[in-house]
Structures are given as structure tokens and as C-alpha cells.
């Protein structure tokens, strides 16, 4: 009898030294291999504790993965040593997804509509047919069917809150099992934690569903491995007919050439088979477009996979680890090139680059010897980034365009804007998504009224944009543009100029701005060794193709941020830079009433208006001598704080205030007169 777990490689989780070790031992026995650590090469997961850091990540990033229970290895070498040649396979034993769990189902309450609607618009809540699980929960928000189901799937449920309870599933935050439940120290989740758990065949995380007011959580940064989750249950339950063999057979070599390409860009994600149908555009023609097209990086016969690509070219890569390094030589010694050894090699005719270390290529450069770096100045040795491989394999012929070059402005941007793309295929179009997710942007597949921004092909409307907007093609970075379309064998794919003109009216309702690939290449253009925040202008005509009209042309950089990003703030002044600021522009202001004013002498003694208007008036006009000291008004910041103004008005009634003055001296000397004659 053969041994049923040969091949097989198991990882342990949550278990204490003695029952680990009796387990491995039973797996080299029964013919398997047991890792201590979670390697990439780990098939299942023997699953002690859900609270250990094994098990959270293999439950976020790891769909490849089966959980068992500690008991299944036990049962397995219990059949296989009794002869027993069923029951051997240990996918029949998968870990119960609530399997030791307490639960007390609270108070589930169905909310309002929107809302319903808004937590299920996230895609993976709703997979197609094909993808879904046993026993799913049908009903999330019924409290009798989410007991059912937990139930069947292996926990302990109850109405009753106690001490040992392990998790309570409500939709209410207030009342006595909620703040009790706060007080022991359980957690308290919303009941999509059931939902979306059954969904994944495993209980997720209780952290990222703990229960909030805030009706905007989405509860959906559970896992991330949806749809390639969905693939592969939808790539099981296909029937295995004939025509279906064949069709895997000819898919095998696109397969293993996009493992490759992912093991050289560390974690990158393949998108060349677009089988979860979108939420919002519903259009499978284009997800058959990507699919045809991405068939082309494969290999037609097994010839071509020992090609002459590479003849005469001698790799030094920089920056990578030892795995990929090994994935490298594999794929440059398939096209007949060399990976060197040694920086110190007098052959080495490219120095290799991970792309994502484009904002250090300059000291990654310094680090190699004198004499590799004179080479490399005397363009004797070509810098390129592991995109050379990729686009020289797929094109099939060396490529040492721009996308090949370290982009040293390749940083993190600290606002995460939503950008979609459209019309584009190949290797452009797995290079475009890369970028944008090292740009700290969100790549979104689908387009919303919520998007910041769609990226167009712009050779899928070629003759049209050439005569209306030719200053699209005239960008510096021309080879960046030349962008393929797909086309079938007839020529140019109506569905796709369709797809992507539906976008674009989309777009152009939802107010969102269309541009071309130029403007993602002049961000990291303008990014390269800027210690802040610079963007181009959306506006520019070398790549806008729509801006909303109710945007008006921003100035600066502050303005085109602000306008389309409504919380964007700038760094604040201190007080006093603000202060200065103020006092620079401000207007005097009223005058301030004072508590106590103080006032200079009354200089002349105790001589009247009407006298001192009168001896001015007499012999002022002659008088050519300057003022006494003590007859001026005392100069004192005290007295006038604030600035005077004077109009037409004021001085016009001056003016009229001093002539009824002048008739005023005139008149006692009449009754002076009158007086005498009496």
C-alpha cells in the first residue's frame, strides 16, 4: 500500500511540543513533509488556536490553503496502519469553519435598505454560481438561520450571554449583553462575520468584524484572496470531459509563464483570466478580451521554450532575494542568457533592477565596485529593471524602451486615489496595474461614480483623437504611448472600442476625469526626487482628454488636489508666522476704547477757541515763525493709536464749522459798541 499523504506538505499552528511533535511524526510516516514555518510550499494547515499569526494570515492571503482539526492526521495513520484504504485523503477532514466555538446570538436586526444594499455591493459577497460553498448562510440577518447554520458548521450556540462565551454576533450596540460582553472581554461582531466566513469555508478574524454605529464599515478587509479563492472552486467543479482537457492542456504553459513572472515581481497577481463577473459593468466580452490576449505571453510549441533571446546578454541582478534570483536564472538560461555570480564579472552586459526599487536605484548603483560603475557610465553595461525580462520575452525581441528604465519617481503617494483603467492588454496592461499600486493608488476594475480617475488607451480611438486632440500623440515619452490594442484576426475588436467608449461616457457623466497613460508617466516623471507632493496638470493637453466643466483650472498644485480631494489639507502655520501674515494685510481697525486716556497741557494758558482763531487770523498769515515746543500737541503713541481718514465730507464741513466760527468773532465787537452808548 502506498502512502497516502506522499507529496503533501503540512504546517502545524496553536499546538503545544508534545502534540506537535506526535503529529509530524505520523506525517513523515504516512509519507508526508512537515514545515515548522508557513512556506509558500504549505499545502494544509493543522489549526490548534484561530489566534495565532499562521492562521490569521493563511486566512487573509493564502486561498491555496486546506485547515484541518489535530484529529485528522491521527485518524488518517490510524486507517492506513489497519489497512483501511478509504478515508486516506485529507481534504475529507477540513477543519469545521466554527468548530470549539461559544457563540451567543444577540439581537440581529435587519438595516436599512441602503445599507443592505451597500454591504453586499462588495463583489465577493456575491459570487456567481459555480463559486459558492456548501451550506452557505442565506440570510445574514435572521437570527434563527444564522444559528442554524453555525450550528451545523460545528459551534455551540446559545441566546445567553456567560462568562465563557467566546464571540456575540449582533447588530445592536446597545443593551445589557453588549455592555456586559464589553466588560468580559468578548468580542462583539456584526453577523456578516458569519456570512462571509461561510463564504471562505473558515472562520475569519473577529477583529475586522467588531461591531461599530458607524453604518459606512463595510466589514471587507476580511481576506483578500476572493476571486482567486472563487477560480479555483469554479475551475473543480467544471466536468472533466474531453474538450475540457484539452483546453487545460493548452492553457498549462500560460500558467507556468505567469508563476513566473509573479515569483520575480514577489506577490505580484496575475489578471489574465477575468472570471467573476463585475458588479457594476456587466460585460463579459471584455473579460474575454483580456483572456485572449494574456494567452499570447504562453509559449506555442516546446521549442520556442529554449529560445535565442538572450544569446550573449549576462544578467547581474541587484536587490533580489535568493528565490527569486533562482526563478531569474530559470527563465534567462530558457532564452539561452547568463546570470552572473559576481559585480566583479567583465561580462556582465545588464545590471538588473527590481522596478519597485526605482526611488534607490542611485544607491543601489553606488554600492557596486569602481569599476562596474565606470562601465556603467561608459554605457558599456545597460541599467534595466526585471521589466526587460518580461517585455523582451513577451515581444520577442530585446526592448529598451522607457517602461524598462528604473523610474525613480515611483514613490507612495499619501493619498490613495481610485483610478480605472480601460483598453488596455498584454503586458502593458499587468505593468499599468503595478504601477498604479506602487503609486499608493487603488487600482479599481470596475468603473463607479466614485472613481478619481480613468486611464484610456488612446490608440483604440487613434484616427478620431488624431484629428480632434493631436497633441495627445505628440507626449515626450512616446514610446510609453505605444500602447497594443486588442484585435482579433479581422482586425481591430469592435467589442473592446464599445467597452471602452461606454466607460468613457460613464465617466464623462460622473464627472471624472479622462487621460491618457502620459499622465501616470508624468507623475512618476515628476515625482523623481521631490521630497513633496507635485502632480501635473490635468489639464495638459498632452494627455487630458475630458476634464469636468465644473471644475474650474486649478492654479497650482494645492488646487487641483483640493479639487478632487475634498480632505485635503495643508500643513498648518505656527501662530506667530500666522500673526505677521495678518498684521502684513490687515486694515487698521476702529478705535479701541480706553479704560483712562491720558491728554497733553492746553498749551497758551487759558485762552479760548474763538481768541486763539482770532490772533491766528490777524497775524498768522505774517507770522513766519515756527511753532513753540510747548504750544504743539505732546507726541505720544498713547494718545493717536490708529490711522486717520479724511474724505470730501469731513473736510467740506470743516470748512463750513470754521466760517460760522468767523462770524462768531466778529459779533461781540457790535455788542461791545451797543454796550458804550447806553
Known sequence: MSKPLMGRTFCCTGLQGLERHEIAEKILALGGTHQSDLMSLVQYLIVGSRSTEKYKYSIKYRHDIVFL????????????????????????????????????????????????????????????????????????????????????????????LTPSSDVVVSTETLGKRFTMAKQWGISVVHPLWVYDSCLRGAALDLDDYVLTADGNNLYNNASFVWKKLYVARIELSKPQSAP????????????????????????????????????????????????????????RS????????????????????????????????????????????????????????????????????????????????????????????YYKQIRHDSWCKPLQGLVPLPKKFKVCITGFTGVELLHIEKLIEYLNLEFCETLASKRDLLIVNINLFKDRLLEKSPTLFKYKHKDVLNCPIYSTGDGLSSVSVLSSQNKMNAAKKWNIPIVSIAYLWEMIQTLAGKANLQMPDIFDHHWCIYAPRSLAKPTTLLDYVRSINNDFQTQRRSVE??????????????????????????????????EKLKRARDGGEDDGEDVRSEDRPPESDDIMTQVGYVNQDSVQNSEELMKKLGEDIDRPAKRTRRAANK
Open 302 to 393: 516546446p521549442a520556442a521554450k529554449k529560445s535565442s533571446l538572450f544569446v550573449g546578454f549576462k544578467f547581474l541582478p541587484v536587490g533580489f532575494s535568493i528565490p527569486q534570483q533562482k526563478v531569474l536564472r530559470t527563465v534567462v538560461e530558457s532564452h539561452n542568457g547568463e546570470v552572473a555570480g559576481s559585480a566583479d564579472d567583465e561580462t556582465i552586459t545588464h545590471v538588473l533592477l527590481l522596478v519597485k526599487s526605482g526611488p534607490q536605484a542611485n544607491l543601489v548603483l553606488l554600492m557596486l565596485p569602481s569599476g562596474m560603475k565606470r562601465r556603467i557610465n561608459s554605457k558599456d553595461v545597460h541599467v534595466v529593471t526585471d521589466w526587460f525580462i518580461e517585455r523582451s520575452i
Open 244 to 299: 475540457g482537457m484539452n483546453m487545460d492542456a493548452e492553457r498549462a504553459p500560460l500558467k507556468k509563464s505567469s508563476e513566473v513572472w509573479s515569483s520575480i515581481m514577489n506577490n505580484a497577481r496575475s489578471k489574465a483570466a477575468k472570471t467573476i463577473k463585475e458588479s457594476i459593468w456587466d460585460e463579459p466580452a471584455e473579460e474575454k478580451e483580456t483572456t485572449i490576449t494574456t494567452t499570447e505571453l504562453a509559449p
Open 69 to 160: 482539526a489535530p484529529t485528522a492526521i491521527k485518524k488518517i495513520h490510524e486507517r492506513w496502519t489497519a489497512g483501511d484504504d478509504t478515508g486516506l485523503d485529507p481534504n475529507e477532514y477540513q477543519l469545521p469553519v466554527f468548530l470549539l466555538f461559544n457563540v451567543c446570538v444577540a439581537r440581529i436586526d435587519r438595516p436599512a435598505v441602503e445599507v443592505v444594499l451597500k454591504l453586499f455591493a462588495e463583489r465577493f459577497r456575491t459570487p456567481v454560481a459555480g463559486a459558492m460553498p456548501r451550506d452557505p448562510l442565506t440570510d445574514a440577518f435572521l437570527a434563527d438561520e444564522v444559528s442554524v447554520c453555525m450550528e451545523k458548521k460545528g459551534a455551540t450556540v446559545s441566546t445567553t
Open 577 to 610: 508666522e500666522s500673526e505677521e501674515a495678518s498684521e502684513s494685510v490687515q486694515l487698521p481697525s476702529p478705535r479701541k476704547v480706553r479704560e483712562k486716556q491720558k491728554f497733553g497741557r492746553l498749551a497758551g494758558g487759558g485762552e479760548s477757541l474763538t
